[in-house]
């Protein structure tokens, strides 16, 4: 690739901002951000160290496991890279020679403080003597909070593609299939869409009432409801959208319930413009669920989403960002039944200059979906 | 459940004898290892810290988010638990408070170091400055590498389901299917068998170079060799089996390289004796590449495998530890041949006090599978 997706003049900025003389990416998470590569490593031999030194101007300089460099040397826009010999070489040793070979012996080095290992910060301070290491999560928040148009497409394409897996799935099950078939179902359909992994709640009737229930072998049966949150990875980056169904047909209360919730959604999302704080929009939905005899009880009620299922800003009352075109949010409501039966809508939005712009609208959530 | 699936007697022994008071896990995998039970949101949502302190004798106490209680009291053998509040509470404090209250404020705690976040370690060390923090990775290691009857019942039963995926899908598969195709087939039926998520690796023919590919458009194609390397999560232990094919029919050379890589494993097996050191299996490994005119590439041929998919000890060189009756390995060969294609087996073996025991078996490997 020629350019990267993500906005790395950003990053950088933030970094001068801050203080820094570079940063030290260790999570998979930005290392996909600043390298628009996906190593499978980071989810399953995460010890297999693969990092980025971005430097606070210049090129960042990828520092990886020896096998993962072809991969990066085809996926990146990055052209030069460093490699290090897995249990023959201290990854965090190789990591402070290339950070004194950049001149950054005696420099300002920001860290994933909420991510990076004690033993790791400990074995780059003692390499390091000379340079200051400091937490430099809320670089890597606020720079990767405003997305590119590249990213906006990325992310629409994946929640669309997951609306629909939704959708589809929900279309062709039927009363009696378990929580497994169906969930099984839009795996299947997300996974033909592209995804390169997914993460899966469903669960109907009382299930349901469990925060994150793994599908089970429990059947679809008349007069429960039913509710899928589920996303997955396309292209390196997450989707995260949530419907809920009802088996047979809803009674009045259901459907009130559920209609209730959606206009909480709506009201919520209609407030989402530039300059509205994150906390004004969580108590935007805390009076929509009032005026509707309704009780919000989550602390949040929907969050940033870009290469990390949650991102910065969270819908919650204490975060005070300010949006900004560029910013997308799943907003999630939800709400328990006097059978314990969980409703749940999350959509994506996108913020504009003018009104939010609603992504995921392929399928029709004004009444529950009748399974 | 009533009784845990791993040997928390065993974890215990090692805590007193590395002369602590309590270990602390904050990592999913010592969260399932000694709870029983597999939380989504250390997936999907790692900031959302589920914790254990594990003290040197008794019952181990979560703190867990409070969405996630429910969960813990429905699937744990473990009856008593604590709670936080998300962006109300610091999860650290209110830990702080619970060893406190377990009387270990000047007690010697040991961390997982090597996934410890700095900015967590510190906040624990400011709330409880009377005690000693310490890195205790090898207490979890040691512990961990020695299964249970239950562990090493569901570990098997992992690694078959795995290896039944891979040649029902190889036997489905036709020439012109795309790499694609044929690893979400693999998925469906790892799914359809019970895996609450996966990962595949599958490529074919010059793409099988880079080390964990995803898989692309590419066709399979006749002469090209395949392979695929793919596990899944079943009860929250991994499954790791890797499988290599030939598109058509096989050439003299590819049958050759294939099957000399086929003894090599079979080779390396058959020294999996107790007493036997990590090392000195390693050392088999790279003699029996020699004989037969190949040469061992890589600085790992093997690992144990459990909750997290590489595990203590791992066969490479360095790694000194006694294989001991109760261990479960992955040996996993590979070599490439003149045209640049990967052939890859990988199978899970039980140590035993007497000959060790292949338990993927249900796919004949003597000759490339032909597709």
Sequence with gaps: MS??????????????????????????????????????????????L????????????????LPEAKQVRQDSWISDLRTYVEFKEDPMVVLAQLLAELGLSNGRIGIESLFLAVTYERQLATALPGATITAADGVFDRARAVKTQTEIDILSAAARATEIAIYEAFSAAR????????????????????ATSRWIVLAAGANSAINHPYPSAKQLTKGETLRVDVGGVFDGYQSDVARTAVVGQATDEQQSRYQRLREIERETIAAARPGVRACDLYAVCRKAYEKRGMELCGAVVGHSIGITLHEHPVLRAEDETELKPGMLFNVEPATIDSQGFLYHIEDLLLVTEGEPVIVTTNMDTERLFVI
Tied chains: 1, 2.
């Design 50 to 65: 693969c990092m980025v030194i971005v430097p606070a101007e210049g090129a960042p300089l990828p520092l990886v496991c």
């Design 175 to 194: 009363p009696g299939d378990t929580e497994k078939q169906l969930a099984d179902d839009v795996t299947a359909r997300l996974l033909k869409a592209g």
């Design 3 to 48: 350019a990267p997706r993500a906005d790395i003049g950003a990053l950088q900025a933030q970094i001068r901002a801050a203080g820094l003389d570079a940063v030290l990416t260790v999570s998979g998470a930005n290392f996909t951000y600043v390298t628009d590569t996906l190593i499978l490593s980071h989810e399953i031999i995460p010890e297999r």
